[in-house]
């Protein structure tokens, strides 16, 4: 007859190792995910230094650039505004960087109203041709940021969702890039701050391919 001790005894080592080989699964997903996530960085990472390396001649860079951005929160369309904006700024400021030169907010704000900045994001091809002559703009960026922010009923937190649509042409309306991202995460009581958050994640990407397509676009008109 089997003791009941020796019984019990079995029945512990089996949970402990049944236990143990749970933890080693868990892990084991744990570790292929965070390998996948670096594997994709890395991906992106190079993608973005390869359409950085394109060149681009001098001449290319100094012609200027008008941005228009716009936003769409919670389906309330809100005009770009030519002030300080963080959205505006999170592209600007890339553009910058990299040697374009792109007209600052005050420049804009001088010379343009807000009822034509709300005409050229609806692509008013009149409005626009007519702003970049009053600055003397060779090029119009427009952008439309969508964020979408609700509460995640599986978890009961904040979800935030980010989509960035951009359109690069020249002054007669030719087109010369188009580009888009997204971006989502789960937030706590900072929507926006998450939203700017998710943006500047992704615009390191936006701003590697309008690069990459002005320089070459630019050089091919």
Same mark, same amino acid.
């Given at each position: 007859m089997i003791s009941p001790r020796l019984i019990v005894l079995v029945a512990c080592i089996y949970a402990g190792t049944a236990a143990a080989a749970d933890g080693f699964r868990f892990s084991t997903e744990e570790q292929k995910e965070k390998n996948a996530q670096a594997d994709a960085e890395a991906e992106r990472q190079a993608r973005v230094q390869s359409l950085l390396s394109v060149p681009c001649r001098e001449k290319i860079k100094n012609q200027r650039i008008m941005i228009v951005i716009g936003e769409d929160r919670n389906g309330i369309f809100v005009p770009g505004d030519v002030g300080y904006n963080p959205h505006y700024e999170a592209i600007n400021q890339r553009l910058r960087a990299l040697g374009l030169q792109t007209y600052t907010p005050a420049e804009i704000r001088r010379q343009i109203a807000q009822a034509e900045m709300e005409a050229l994001l609806r692509n008013d091809r009149k409005a626009a041709l007519a702003a970049s002559q009053r600055l003397a703009a060779r090029y119009i960026l427009r952008g439309l940021i969508t964020t979408r922010a609700g509460r995640n009923a599986i978890v009961n @937190?904040? $979800? @935030?969702v980010v989509n960035m649509n951009f359109t690069l042409s020249a002054a007669d309306g030719a087109l010369i890039s188009q580009t888009s991202a997204s971006n989502e995460s789960f937030a706590g009581r900072d929507v926006a701050g998450t939203a700017l958050r998710l943006i500047d994640e992704r615009a390191e990407d936006v701003v590697? $391919?309008?690069?990459?397509?002005y320089c070459q676009g630019a050089a091919a008109r």
């Amino acid at each position: 007859m089997i003791s009941p001790r020796l019984i019990v005894l079995v029945a512990c080592i089996y949970a402990g190792t049944a236990a143990a080989a749970d933890g080693f699964r868990f892990s084991t997903e744990e570790q292929k995910e965070k390998n996948a996530q670096a594997d994709a960085e890395a991906e992106r990472q190079a993608r973005v230094q390869s359409l950085l390396s394109v060149p681009c001649r001098e001449k290319i860079k100094n012609q200027r650039i008008m941005i228009v951005i716009g936003e769409d929160r919670n389906g309330i369309f809100v005009p770009g505004d030519v002030g300080y904006n963080p959205h505006y700024e999170a592209i600007n400021q890339r553009l910058r960087a990299l040697g374009l030169q792109t007209y600052t907010p005050a420049e804009i704000r001088r010379q343009i109203a807000q009822a034509e900045m709300e005409a050229l994001l609806r692509n008013d091809r009149k409005a626009a041709l007519a702003a970049s002559q009053r600055l003397a703009a060779r090029y119009i960026l427009r952008g439309l940021i969508t964020t979408r922010a609700g509460r995640n009923a599986i978890v009961n @937190v904040n $979800q @935030v969702v980010v989509n960035m649509n951009f359109t690069l042409s020249a002054a007669d309306g030719a087109l010369i890039s188009q580009t888009s991202a997204s971006n989502e995460s789960f937030a706590g009581r900072d929507v926006a701050g998450t939203a700017l958050r998710l943006i500047d994640e992704r615009a390191e990407d936006v701003v590697a $391919q309008l690069y990459s397509d002005y320089c070459q676009g630019a050089a091919a008109r």
